[in-house]
């Protein structure tokens, strides 16, 4: 084992991990991050937590993991390389692996563009894969990416994002053995509706052996309604949303919806696990995390195991 | 090239309001080829400004002259003589030129009449668009002839983010996405392989993190 995370535990020993996310709130408000929290608690086995999720500003990865901490759940520090420099970084790193956090999502996040702050100067002092290569440094060599030694290193268990469904097509198996040459424990992937583009991703992953370097969380996301799918599928960059899931989403009522988006979650996840490589899920159900039990229950992911 | 483009008329009327007589500078590099300060362009805006001001029952009494370089002392010392009596100075060539003239011009104001924009190509007629950063150490001989720093929206050193789609970046359909163009060329190069060497993080200090920066060539100073 090279940290203490309990994902790590869970993937090590073989068993299909589940993850989801927390996005923090805009505001002071801790009862919200711990509401959110709540419902997810026994369900999954680590929380994302998000870091100005969409360039949108909102209570740090940080300081919303903490309250996670504090309730006995284990939240996984997301952070991006636009708002913060390698100082910045590193000490949010240490800061946090003191707190109990052992478990972060290195990202290059959104650009400030789509957020509320586009007038903002972004910061890419490194890049998703050199940030990476920093956090393995720190862990493995105990030193800072400038090279001086620190003080009770940080034992992170690595997490990189992966989107199979972005262009070019080709490009992205090359792109993941990148990431797992740099440092990184375990993916998170875009959330999945293109299955039949997925698999072939995957088909590329295993040819090179890359599922056995990394654990490949699948990742999904439930729609609420047809009026989410149309936006998923038109306005987010980087999602493929293929036109028969939008179709069965219009082809029900709106009450019947929220229901028919659980289904397709639930079937997406029961298919994913016969793909071979899929080590778990990440669950992002956007401010609808109180739907999160239900998934995990009724793809058969409950009870998860006792990692201790 | 350095790229600007004018500032809106109305911000430089505001610069120059309080004069009467002023010395319009354009200069006959890089400004004169993206169409924002050359000779044509000091004209134009000399035009403009005297009919607002005509308009607004004011004399504005403007010299004209346009340098063979304004980044270049020996240029300026050109406009010794014409400056002589002029209250301001308006430059229309980029950031080095402004403060080229107003190095020389101690006891003048001197206003920037563009904006200076980024170190650019042409891509067709009238369209000129961003190619260098200026890093300080250029990474386009490991990245097939294409800058990830200058030309991907998040800088990323290591590859294309998750937005990129059909060729181009998430923020625009107007924007190339850098890598997108880096693969294509790799490819036609026959140098896939290259893709899959990590940039390792980019030491910042020949770019600006060490401060202003300076070249100075001992076989060649004074």
């Given at each position: 084992m090279k940290t203490e995370s309990v994902l790590e535990k869970i993937l090590k020993a073989g068993k299909l991990a589940v993850t989801s996310e927390c996005g923090p709130p805009?505001?002071?408000?801790?009862e919200k991050i711990r509401h959110k929290a709540e419902q997810l608690k026994g369900y999954v086995d680590a929380v994302n937590v998000t870091d100005n999720q969409t360039a949108m500003v909102r209570m740090s990865s940080f300081g919303a993991g903490v309250f996670l901490r504090q309730m006995g759940l284990h939240p996984i520090l997301q952070m991006v390389t636009r708002d913060r420099n390698r100082l910045a970084m590193q000490a949010d790193i240490i800061g946090a692996y003191a707190h109990g956090i052992n478990t972060m999502l290195c990202l290059s996040g959104d650009h400030p563009y789509f957020g509320d702050h586009p007038m903002a100067s972004a910061v890419h002092d490194l890049d998703s894969i050199q940030f990476v290569q920093m956090v393995k440094k720190m862990r493995d060599?105990?030193?800072?990416q400038g090279g001086a030694d620190i003080e009770n290193p940080p034992k992170m268990f690595i997490g990189a994002a992966a989107n199979p469904f972005a262009d070019p097509f080709e490009l992205r198996v090359a792109r993941l053995a990148k990431k797992i040459a740099a440092g990184t424990d375990f993916i998170q992937t875009q959330c999945i509706y293109n299955l039949d583009k997925f698999e072939k991703w995957m088909e590329g992953v295993r040819d090179r052996g890359l599922h056995e370097k990394c654990h490949i969380l699948a990742g999904v996301t439930p729609m609420k309604s047809v009026g989410m799918a149309r936006y998923m599928k038109n306005k987010v960059p980087g999602m493929d949303v293929p036109q028969e899931v939008v179709d069965r989403m219009a082809g029900v009522s709106k009450e019947k919806q929220p229901e028919e988006g659980i289904r397709i979650c639930v079937e997406t996840i029961e298919r994913l696990k016969q793909v071979k490589g899929v080590a778990g899920f990440h669950i992002m159900a956007i401010e609808w995390e109180e739907k999160v039990p239900e998934i995990v229950e009724r793809a058969g992911l409950f009870p998860r195991p006792n990692a201790g | 090239m350095i790229t600007a483009e004018r500032k809106p008329l109305e911000e430089i009327i505001d610069f120059i309001r309080p004069y009467s007589r002023i010395l319009l500078v354009g200069c006959n590099e890089c400004v004169t080829v993206c169409a924002a300060g050359g000779r044509k362009e000091v004209g134009i805006l000399s035009s403009l400004l005297q009919m607002t001001f005509l308009r607004q029952g004011k004399n504005l009494q403007i010299r004209e002259h346009t340098l063979e370089r304004q980044c270049d002392p020996e240029y300026v010392e050109e406009l010794t003589s014409m400056a002589d009596g002029v209250e301001a100075v308006l430059s229309m060539a980029c950031g080095c030129g402004v403060q080229e003239l107003s190095r020389r011009f101690k006891n003048k104001p001197v206003f920037p009449a563009v904006n200076t924009k980024f170190m650019g190509a042409s891509e067709r007629q009238g369209v000129w668009a961003e190619r260098c950063a200026g890093c300080g150490d250029c990474l386009l001989g490991i990245t097939g002839g294409i800058c990830p720093i200058a030309r991907c929206s998040k800088q990323l050193m290591n590859g294309p983010c998750g937005g990129s789609g059909s060729g181009k970046c998430e923020i625009s359909p107007e924007v190339d996405c850098a890598w997108q163009l880096i693969w294509d060329r790799l490819k036609a190069l026959g140098l896939e392989s290259r893709y899959e060497e990590i940039i390792p993080a980019k030491d910042w200090r020949p770019a600006r993190a060490a401060g202003p920066r300076k070249i100075i060539r001992e076989d060649m100073a004074e």
């Amino acid at each position: 084992m090279k940290t203490e995370s309990v994902l790590e535990k869970i993937l090590k020993a073989g068993k299909l991990a589940v993850t989801s996310e927390c996005g923090p709130p805009r505001g002071s408000v801790p009862e919200k991050i711990r509401h959110k929290a709540e419902q997810l608690k026994g369900y999954v086995d680590a929380v994302n937590v998000t870091d100005n999720q969409t360039a949108m500003v909102r209570m740090s990865s940080f300081g919303a993991g903490v309250f996670l901490r504090q309730m006995g759940l284990h939240p996984i520090l997301q952070m991006v390389t636009r708002d913060r420099n390698r100082l910045a970084m590193q000490a949010d790193i240490i800061g946090a692996y003191a707190h109990g956090i052992n478990t972060m999502l290195c990202l290059s996040g959104d650009h400030p563009y789509f957020g509320d702050h586009p007038m903002a100067s972004a910061v890419h002092d490194l890049d998703s894969i050199q940030f990476v290569q920093m956090v393995k440094k720190m862990r493995d060599e105990g030193k800072f990416q400038g090279g001086a030694d620190i003080e009770n290193p940080p034992k992170m268990f690595i997490g990189a994002a992966a989107n199979p469904f972005a262009d070019p097509f080709e490009l992205r198996v090359a792109r993941l053995a990148k990431k797992i040459a740099a440092g990184t424990d375990f993916i998170q992937t875009q959330c999945i509706y293109n299955l039949d583009k997925f698999e072939k991703w995957m088909e590329g992953v295993r040819d090179r052996g890359l599922h056995e370097k990394c654990h490949i969380l699948a990742g999904v996301t439930p729609m609420k309604s047809v009026g989410m799918a149309r936006y998923m599928k038109n306005k987010v960059p980087g999602m493929d949303v293929p036109q028969e899931v939008v179709d069965r989403m219009a082809g029900v009522s709106k009450e019947k919806q929220p229901e028919e988006g659980i289904r397709i979650c639930v079937e997406t996840i029961e298919r994913l696990k016969q793909v071979k490589g899929v080590a778990g899920f990440h669950i992002m159900a956007i401010e609808w995390e109180e739907k999160v039990p239900e998934i995990v229950e009724r793809a058969g992911l409950f009870p998860r195991p006792n990692a201790g | 090239m350095i790229t600007a483009e004018r500032k809106p008329l109305e911000e430089i009327i505001d610069f120059i309001r309080p004069y009467s007589r002023i010395l319009l500078v354009g200069c006959n590099e890089c400004v004169t080829v993206c169409a924002a300060g050359g000779r044509k362009e000091v004209g134009i805006l000399s035009s403009l400004l005297q009919m607002t001001f005509l308009r607004q029952g004011k004399n504005l009494q403007i010299r004209e002259h346009t340098l063979e370089r304004q980044c270049d002392p020996e240029y300026v010392e050109e406009l010794t003589s014409m400056a002589d009596g002029v209250e301001a100075v308006l430059s229309m060539a980029c950031g080095c030129g402004v403060q080229e003239l107003s190095r020389r011009f101690k006891n003048k104001p001197v206003f920037p009449a563009v904006n200076t924009k980024f170190m650019g190509a042409s891509e067709r007629q009238g369209v000129w668009a961003e190619r260098c950063a200026g890093c300080g150490d250029c990474l386009l001989g490991i990245t097939g002839g294409i800058c990830p720093i200058a030309r991907c929206s998040k800088q990323l050193m290591n590859g294309p983010c998750g937005g990129s789609g059909s060729g181009k970046c998430e923020i625009s359909p107007e924007v190339d996405c850098a890598w997108q163009l880096i693969w294509d060329r790799l490819k036609a190069l026959g140098l896939e392989s290259r893709y899959e060497e990590i940039i390792p993080a980019k030491d910042w200090r020949p770019a600006r993190a060490a401060g202003p920066r300076k070249i100075i060539r001992e076989d060649m100073a004074e």
